[in-house]
């Protein structure tokens, strides 16, 4: 059964940083479309960053644009999301996503790609002092 799997939340004080590891099984991370989104109590589930098909290009939205890095490793068949310059308003669950059956190399911050795909159960992130 394919699945992923989300680690590397916790707790960090603003200007801080955090790797965020998403291990795929059942599938292979780049051979999809990966997206990482968060959800903030009593807000929607945003798209935050995503990476194309088969060394696609990377997309960022623009509150944490120049701050996060959003990578895989097909060797280790993982996505990772790298988050420095922490912010109080970054705090929410993170959840990653694959689409393996879309083939775009550019992707979207948007669900619908993944409607069909797979989403790990979320890590918390939370940025406080």
């Known amino acids: 059964q394919p699945q992923l799997v989300e680690s590397g939340g916790g707790l960090v004080q603003p200007g801080g940083s955090l790797r965020l590891s998403c291990a795929a099984s059942?599938?292979?991370?780049?051979?999809?479309?990966i997206g990482w989104f968060r959800q903030a109590p009593g807000k929607e589930r945003e798209g935050v960053s995503c990476?194309?098909?088969?060394?696609?290009?990377?997309n960022y939205a623009d509150s944490v644009k120049g701050r996060f890095t959003i990578s895989r490793d097909k060797d280790k068949n993982t996505a990772y999301l790298e988050m420095n310059s922490l912010k109080p308003e970054d705090t929410a669950v993170y959840y990653c996503?694959?689409?393996?059956?879309?083939?775009?190399?550019?992707?979207?911050?948007?669900?619908?790609?993944?409607?069909?795909?797979?989403w790990g159960q979320g890590t918390q992130v939370t940025v406080s002092s």
């Open positions: 996503a694959a689409a393996t059956r879309v083939w775009d190399t550019s992707c979207v911050l948007s669900k619908r790609p993944y409607e069909n795909g797979y």
């Open positions: 059942g599938f292979a991370v780049d051979y999809s479309v």
């Open positions: 990476i194309g098909f088969n060394g696609g290009s990377a």
